[in-house]
């Protein structure tokens, strides 16, 4: 009869710990063998937990080392660790049954795991008496109980299409389409000059470089792929592909933008899964050639849009039959997501730009949804969908335009006059300015023994038409009194106005620009910050920097009464299953403008007066506009002699739906380039509406 044994307290905690599955950097002595079965199992399970497995082999029997080499025996444990891609695993004991030479140690082991997750198990290890020593009698049945010679450890995948990006609409901007690889069986191939003839027509390629495509195949009866054509390609060549016994078709799917560069920067691209990334999206069932989003839309939903693939770790016999399932975890089906885009508008504005360097931005200001978002120069995210080739790579990354950068969100730009709001603020509500002070322009401005120097010469006028005629010179005047009253007065309310950090809008990559002030200059240079630094600041000038997307939604929360929304491109991520919910994006408030009812509406009499004569610096170019339109123009100095050319309003001024930001990179005045574009944004816009 069996009889129970009392496990010792030592043996219990040594087995608690949980560890990596990684050995030691000082493996300690072999325990030797001893007539105590409770240490053999201890050390035995202790050794697994560090992953000494050549210490557990010496435990075994005699006759157990003689059936399985220390090789095979090790070579199992690793491989179970490696494809369950365990990081950790803790052993512990329930009891141990011994039987005069024969004992029982029954123990669990909590496992965790990349491919599954956490799971624990059962199971059993049995112990011999041999001669005066306890050593363990082992088959592949102690890694895992369902195991049996031969067979092995593998993880069978589960994984779901992509889900496809539309518009608000209903039109797909990224989704999976068929398309048809042609590739090539060398061992097929009966005429290579007419293969290669063939295959030249239908892709444009050299023979050489098709010979590349499949000169290497590892056997001769692969199929090496030369590259994708539509279905409809493939009949209009189809008696090229006919060509030759060596030219196979298969149909696959594969990421399709049915819009080209229209879209580009807002849905992104894919591609292979880097190291780096494999390194933490291995607990996402990721793998190594997996593909993945790398911009745009495509990064930022990647969860939803691939869903997680589920994933079964099981016992294979060594005809490849599945002996038990040891553990899974449940693949997510991906879904859809429907972006707040207009593909109408954001066709009109991609024209309105045109081939000039820059971005638009246009948001709805009582929500911040956007409606259009174009960078130029582009790219064409289809180049990535079945790997983007070495020479289109370079072209890319070496083109000094930077067509990979998307402007609205990660370009950073001075900002010149439209940052006039934020100083128009700043001393109405800090340095004891109202919408009726007055000041005299005479086309320049002399303080701390320097001049600066106004644009025109403006005269007598008040700070609503300074704003409305874009005076420098009553800035100048603002900046020093500001400066004067409190050296970082009109920094604070840059930042209460969302400037100097990222919106958070829901693409990736978002740089947050800069508002300069003493604290930083002093870090970033070693200097003090002058009263010439507080002046500059107050015409947008100097070191500040932003983005469009700011601009948007600074103006945006001008254009609503002061609340600043977070801007976002996704409206909707749509329930797959009757389980899921739906996951609609709700406005999100980040902030309320540090300005009184009161003051935000003289700058809105301002900014409305910048497209009426005879004052506006704009009217010209909205003379004729059916709605009425509130804005503002900049001309932003730059490292390059050419300034950028800035204009952001809202429309209608009286009761705003939508605001528009342009920037054209070092080509003049603002009111003289961006602000035409402006208006056929807005134009096309109302045509819509």
Not at 249 to 260: L, N
Not at 438 to 444: H, I, Q, S
């Amino acid at each position: 009869m069996f009889r129970l044994r009392a496990l010792i307290p030592a043996l219990l905690a040594a087995l608690v710990a949980v560890s990596a599955c990684t050995p030691a950097p000082t493996p300690p002595a072999t325990p030797a063998a001893t007539n105590d079965p409770a240490e053999v199992v201890s050390a035995f399970l202790t050794a697994w937990r560090q992953a000494r497995y050549s210490e557990m082999y010496r435990l075994l029997s005699p006759d157990d080392q003689a059936a399985y080499a220390e090789d095979a025996f090790t070579t199992a444990y690793a491989d179970f660790a490696s494809v369950a891609k365990l990081t950790a695993l803790n052993p512990q004991v329930i009891s141990l049954l011994v039987d005069k030479d024969q004992a029982r140690a029954r123990f669990r082991v909590s496992y965790r795991s990349q491919t599954v997750g956490d799971f624990e198990r059962e199971n059993v290890l049995a112990l011999a008496l041999v001669g005066d020593a306890w050593r363990v009698r082992w088959s592949p049945a102690a890694i895992l109980p369902e195991m049996q010679p031969g067979d092995k450890v593998h993880v069978l995948y589960q994984t779901s299409v992509r889900g496809n990006i539309y518009d608000r609409a209903g039109h797909a901007l990224a989704a999976q389409a068929t398309y048809v690889t042609v590739g090539v069986v060398p061992a097929h191939i009966q005429d290579e000059r007419i293969l290669l003839a063939a295959l030249s027509r239908v892709f444009g390629l050299a023979p050489a470089a098709i010979q590349e495509k499949y000169k290497n195949a590892p056997r001769g009866d692969w199929f090496m792929p030369v590259g994708d054509i539509a279905p409809e390609q493939a009949q209009a060549f189809y008696d090229d592909l006919r060509a030759d016994p060596g030219i196979e078709m298969r149909e696959t799917f594969r990421r399709a933008y049915p819009d080209g560069p229209l879209f580009a920067h807002i849905v992104g691209y894919l591609g292979q899964i880097s190291e780096d990334e494999l390194k933490t999206w291995h607990m996402k069932g990721y793998q190594s050639g997996d593909v993945v989003g790398k911009s745009g839309l495509e990064a930022w939903a990647e969860p939803y849009l691939a869903g997680q693939r589920g994933a079964q770790l099981v016992v294979l016999t060594k005809e490849g039959q599945v002996r038990g399932i040891v553990a899974q975890r449940p693949a997510v089906h991906s879904r859809n997501v429907v972006v707040t885009l207009n593909t109408a508008l954001q066709q009109a504005a991609t024209e309105a730009l045109g081939d000039r360097i820059g971005a638009i931005v246009a948001l709805d200001p009582r929500d911040g949804s956007v409606l259009a978002l174009v960078s130029y120069p582009a790219f064409d995210p289809n180049d990535f969908a079945a790997g983007v080739s070495a020479s289109v790579w370079s072209a890319l990354t070496g083109d000094a335009r930077k067509p990979l950068l998307n402007r609205t969100t990660q370009a950073v730009y001075p900002a010149g006059s439209i940052f006039k709001v934020v100083t128009m603020a700043a001393a109405l509500e800090n340095a004891g300015f109202a919408a009726d002070s007055t000041f005299t322009c005479t086309g320049a401005f002399s303080a701390y023994n320097r001049t600066w120097k106004c644009y025109g010469v403006h005269g007598t006028l008040d700070l609503v038409r300074g704003l409305t005629q874009s005076c420098d010179v009553v800035f100048y005047t603002l900046g020093k009194a500001l400066y004067e009253a409190d050296a970082n007065a009109l920094s604070n309310m840059a930042r209460g106005f969302g400037l100097g950090r990222a919106t958070g809008i829901d693409l990736p990559g978002e740089s947050p620009g800069l508002v300069p002030d003493g604290a930083w200059k002093q870090q970033a240079r070693g200097e003090a910050w002058y009263p010439g630094d507080g002046i500059n600041l107050a015409i947008g000038q100097g070191d500040l920097l932003v983005t469009p997307i700011q601009i948007a939604t600074l103006y945006a929360a001008i254009a609503n009464g002061g609340t600043l929304y977070r801007p976002h491109v996704v409206a909707e991520v749509p329930a797959w299953t009757e389980g899921e919910q739906d996951i609609v994006i709700q406005p999100e408030v980040i902030g309320t403008l540090p300005v009184s009812a009161e003051h935000l509406a003289a700058i809105r009499r301002g900014l409305e007066g910048v497209t009426q004569p005879p004052y506006g610096t704009s009217w010209r170019v909205f003379q004729g506009m059916p709605i009425s339109v509130a804005g503002k123009s900049g001309t932003a100095e730059n490292i390059v002699e050419i300034p950028h050319s800035w204009w952001v309003g809202y429309a209608p001024a009286d009761n705003p739906e939508i605001v528009v930001a342009a920037i054209v990179e070092n080509v003049g005045e603002g009111s003289r380039f961006a602000a035409p574009i402006v208006r056929q944004v807005m134009e096309a816009w109302m045509r819509l509406r």
